[in-house]
């Protein structure tokens, strides 16, 4: 294999060409696979191919909706873009359970971002350096204010910046900590531009001063992804008699719902397991409506982490025979800026949730992190989670085994009122086709 200089100028086709010669067998087959995720509307495909650098072709992943959300009052259905099986049906069984109990009462605590100029100044006075930067905060804020004017007056912008000495840590190392609003856009570009202007401005200012030492280094202008102060709380709660479904009985499913809860909260173990099952529900929302959802994790594991230990996101408890489940969540969303106008699903999304803002967008993902949650808990303290998961599983493995559509109806009736393993699939599959085992038939797969 030869080494390429220069990919990135080359043209789509010549991209694909060098790729399938050189790492695919069979390259006919290799090109058709790409080609066949093609778009068919040139345009949205040169869209996408615009999105990044090196597109060959789209990458698809199912995309579905959970109906009867009600959310504050008002019932979504939601968009979620997710691979896993049986997030979606979750979701939506949640969705139901709570529509005729009161619903999920969501609300933004807060909405502010945090972004840093790290840099290192080695002088000595540090209280006339702290008096420095408080004469020029407000030249700082001002010398932003062409990049900030249209935030201003969509009633965001600049909130406060701080002189953070962190010299304990390590020597000469500070910070300008800023905080923002952004509005309803995610705002990473907005905040990036702010920070490297401050930077620039501090640098000015510390030539012109009167500080005996004026050597300052910029290490770094970025946002923080950790945003424990752009947060949201959702619930949902109800009488505990009121939990009665599906046979369980309400008073003990509460004892052990909120001791599911309580192992989550004290072990980290199971607190990964607990949160990854919320993020199902968050990612898929994220995802669907264009937010990064790399950024989204990063904050989320971090803020499950603030208090040295890794926990829970959700919390229960019952007070005079009231059960309440609630999630406090830090979610950095936007609803306008990045893809959220360009990517034509995305767009869908949005106007499938009734054009949010991003305050609303947040509301409605934290509830689907709960919804998520409450339904794992619920199967997980009753009848295990196997049941669920694999019987919308189940699918896959047929398709796996490439069963026709009537091997496939008879073997889901099959299971309708058992619990689906692999081995047991493939043994009724081979029964059906009266095979003794799959080493009978050639997979293409
Ligand atoms: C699977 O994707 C998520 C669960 O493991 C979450 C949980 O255990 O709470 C079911």
């Known amino acids: 294999m030869k080494q390429i200089k220069g990919y990135s100028k080359l043209a789509k086709e010549a991209k694909i060409e060098w790729l399938i010669d050189n790492y695919f067998e069979q390259p006919e087959k290799a090109l058709q696979m790409l080609k066949s995720y093609w778009h068919l509307d040139s345009n949205i495909q040169k869209l996408h191919d615009e999105f990044i650098e090196n597109t060959l072709t789209n990458f698809y992943i199912p995309y579905g909706v959970a109906p009867n959300f009600l959310i504050n009052g008002k019932l979504f259905c939601l968009p979620l873009a997710i691979e896993e099986s049986s997030v979606v049906a979750a979701a939506a069984k949640a969705a139901k359970f709570w529509v005729n109990r009161g619903g999920f009462k969501s609300s933004v ?4 971002k945090i972004g840093h100029v790290h840099f290192i100044w080695s002088g000595k ?5 702290i008096e420095f930067f408080e004469n020029i905060k407000a030249d700082l804020i001002e010398s932003t204010n062409p990049i900030t004017k249209n935030m201003r007056t969509r009633g965001g912008g600049i909130l406060d910046i701080q002189l953070k000495n962190k010299t304990s840590e390590e020597p000469g190392y500070y910070q300008l900590e800023a905080r923002f609003d952004t509005c309803d856009s995610m705002g990473a570009n907005f905040i990036n531009s702010l920070l490297e202007d401050f930077a620039q401005t501090l640098k ?4 012109e001063s009167n500080l005996t030492d004026k050597d300052i280094q910029i290490v770094m202008c970025i946002l923080s992804n950790y945003t424990p102060e752009c947060l949201v709380r ?7 008699q009121d939990l009665n479904d599906d046979d369980i ?3 003990e499913f509460a004892k052990n719902f909120l001791r599911a809860v309580r192992i989550a909260e004290i072990e980290p173990y199971r607190a990964v397991t607990h949160n990854k099952g919320i993020m199902n529900g968050i990612d898929s929302v ?29 919390h229960a408890e019952v007070v005079d025979g009231i059960f309440r489940f609630w999630i406090d969540v830090p979610l950095s969303l936007g609803t306008v800026g990045g893809i959220t106008t360009l990517h034509p699903m995305v767009k869908f999304s949005h106007e499938l949730l009734g054009k949010p803002s991003a305050a609303e967008l947040m509301e409605i ?23 669920g998961h ?11 085994l490439e069963a026709t559509e009537e091997e496939k109806s008879a073997i889901v009736e099959y299971f309708k009122d058992k619990v689906p393993t692999h081995y047991a699939t493939v043994d009724i599959f081979c029964k059906l086709r009266g095979i003794k085992d799959l080493s009978e038939i050639n997979l293409k797969n």
């Not at 000015?204 to 030539?207: E, G, P, R, V």
């Not at 937010?291 to 603030?306: G, K, P, Q, T």
């Not at 694999?390 to 796996?400: A, D, P, R, S, Y």
């Open 365 to 387: 993902t934290a509830a689907a992190g709960l919804a998520q949650n409450f339904s794992a808990l619920r199967s997980l303290v009753t009848t295990g989670i196997q049941k």
């Open 234 to 240: 959702c619930e949902v709660s109800c009488p505990v």
């Open 286 to 314: 994220v995802l669907a409506t264009g937010n990064d959802f790399r950024a989204v994790e990063a904050c989320v594991h971090a803020y499950a982490s603030r208090n040295g230990k890794y926990s829970s996101l959700t």
């Open 109 to 112: 605590i807060s909405k502010t």
């Open 390 to 400: 694999m019987k919308m599983h189940l699918l896959n493995i047929l398709n796996q």
């Open 204 to 207: 000015h200012k510390i030539a």
């Open 125 to 129: 006075d540090t209280d006339r350096f």
């Open 249 to 251: 009985e309400p008073t």
